[in-house]
């Protein structure tokens, strides 16, 4: 395909090319004048947040659904397990292969292949028949997440280049996708108990369809750096997540014993060793090696990890807290659930203010204190007559830490990484964060099941979490060189 010259036309007729439009040999439209991109840099922010909005909400809105697929489809706990966890195994598994896909192929064209194979998915599963169809529609749905989400990031760092202006953004975007988060609880609920379950997939569909028309309309193309796919690393890397994926959600359910799930742990294991082994010998790596020679780049996967062990099992014990120990409804135990997550958007615009003052290093150690704190006076005050009202201000308080951490780590993250590393940057700590909740919500629930649920089960799981918080603190504090 012949790529248009555009720098030298714009050269002769005195015109200059905006920031952030760069041709690509998937884009052959030609560029529009500067200054008619210049204020189109909220509308670029908000569409690039919607793929993760429509992913965030899926991580979590099909848990108050289990009573009603079980009832309408006849869902056996093993199909409910899979239809909740398959869309996690797909998205973590293949995460590490979308980024070197969007570096090959140019971001934009992979986001937009990612969003419409999640739309697809949310049609199919609307009208599913029986489990087996959901189930693979899941699976669907997890493939498009992991195809748009690295290349989203990637796209909102091109957009936006200027560090002060990019530190902004990701506080306003990380707020809008964390919102998702905190909303999915309570908006599966009135779906639900309005429109059904099919609903939950339905919502997807118009949000799809115009976030696939205005990606194309005012998102600027990243060139393609046709790099090597690296074939090889990219099989031994979903191997080892998958198998390890496998046994965390199967462990449960067939036992921590079973043959398969044993066995599962064994080709992770080896696997992963595998990939090590050719990352260090190949000419062509998954992950360029110089980025592990960074200290922010680690520090940032590591605190990624710890992040969503942290965050995603601490609500999956909340959650069974609420119904099981206290006895709300699910409606009720997802309104109680609001307090602790809907500050983490205050968090995210917390840190667009002070962000670029006193920089990532200082944010996230800080950040992680905090909400290891909470976690700590929860372990210690927790017991049958403790009101609601106090676990609340405590879960609020501690979780505007949280909203303060994640776009601290992903800054750090990026900055590291650069903008020629940014797709594969990106989904390296995607994977490793989703790894952590798969980790997190499985270590919860060892936890809960060997104390025998109620609150002493779920004090020692908030202790479990304010370990986890305090040890992505003193990595915050130590690995990450000057202001991050």
Excluded: C
Aim: hydrophobic share 55%.
């Amino acid at each position: 395909m012949i790529t248009q010259k555009a720098a030298p036309r714009a050269a002769a007729s005195g015109s200059q090319a905006p920031v952030g439009r760069r041709q690509d040999p998937a884009d052959t439209r030609p560029t529009p004048a500067g200054p008619s991109k210049q204020p189109r840099g909220g509308l670029q922010l908000l569409v690039l947040a919607l793929g993760f909005v429509m992913a965030s909400l899926d991580t979590g809105i099909m848990n108050v659904a289990a009573n009603d697929l079980r009832d309408r489809l006849g869902l056996s706990m093993s199909g409910l397990t899979w239809v909740v966890d398959g869309y996690v195994l797909a998205f973590a598994a293949l995460l590490l292969l979308a980024g070197s896909l969007a570096k090959r192929y140019g971001a934009r064209r992979i986001y937009l292949i990612g969003l419409a194979v999640f739309t697809a998915a949310s049609l199919l599963g609307a009208v599913a028949p029986n489990g087996a169809v959901l189930v693979a529609a899941r699976f669907a749905q997890g493939v498009g997440a992991a195809l748009f989400m690295p290349s989203s990031l990637s796209l909102l760092m091109n957009a936006f280049p200027e560090p002060a202006r990019r530190a902004k953004v990701l506080g306003v975007w990380s707020a809008i996708v964390s919102t998702s988060v905190g909303l999915a609880p309570t908006l599966g609920g009135l779906l639900i108990g309005t429109l059904g379950w099919r609903s939950l997939f339905l919502v997807n569909l118009p949000v799809g369809v115009v976030g696939l028309l205005l990606t194309r309309r005012v998102v600027a193309a990243v060139p393609a750096r046709g790099s090597a796919l690296a074939a090889g690393g990219h099989v031994l890397g979903l191997l080892a997540l998958g198998s390890l994926s496998y046994a965390l959600i199967e462990g449960p359910d067939k036992g921590w014993s079973a043959p398969f799930v044993l066995g599962a742990f064994v080709v992770a294991v080896v696997a992963a060793a595998g990939f090590v082994v050719r990352e260090r010998a190949s000419r062509t790596p998954v992950l360029p090696v110089s980025l592990f020679s960074d200290g922010r780049f680690s520090a940032a996967n590591a605190i990624g990890f710890l992040f969503n062990f942290a965050f995603y099992g601490s609500l999956f014990v909340l959650g069974l807290f609420l119904q099981a120990a206290r006895g709300a409804s699910p409606m009720t135990a997802g309104l109680q659930m609001l307090p602790a997550v809907l500050v983490i958007p205050l968090g995210n615009m917390l840190y667009a203010r002070i962000g670029p003052r006193i920089g990532n290093r200082a944010a996230l150690a800080g950040s992680l204190a905090l909400s290891a704190a909470g976690y700590v006076l929860l372990f210690l005050l927790l017991a049958p007559g403790l009101p609601y009202g106090v676990i609340a201000v405590i879960l609020a308080v501690g979780n505007i830490g949280s909203g303060v951490s994640s776009p601290a780590m992903t800054g750090v993250l990026m900055e590291a990484a650069g903008r020629e590393h940014a797709d594969i940057g990106s989904a390296t700590l995607n994977a490793n964060r989703q790894i952590g909740s798969l980790v997190g919500i499985a270590g919860m629930g060892a936890v809960l099941a060997g104390a025998g649920g109620g609150h002493q089960a779920a004090a020692y799981a908030f202790a479990l979490t304010a370990a986890a918080l305090a040890a992505a603190a003193v990595i915050g504090l130590l690995g990450v060189r000057g202001r991050g």
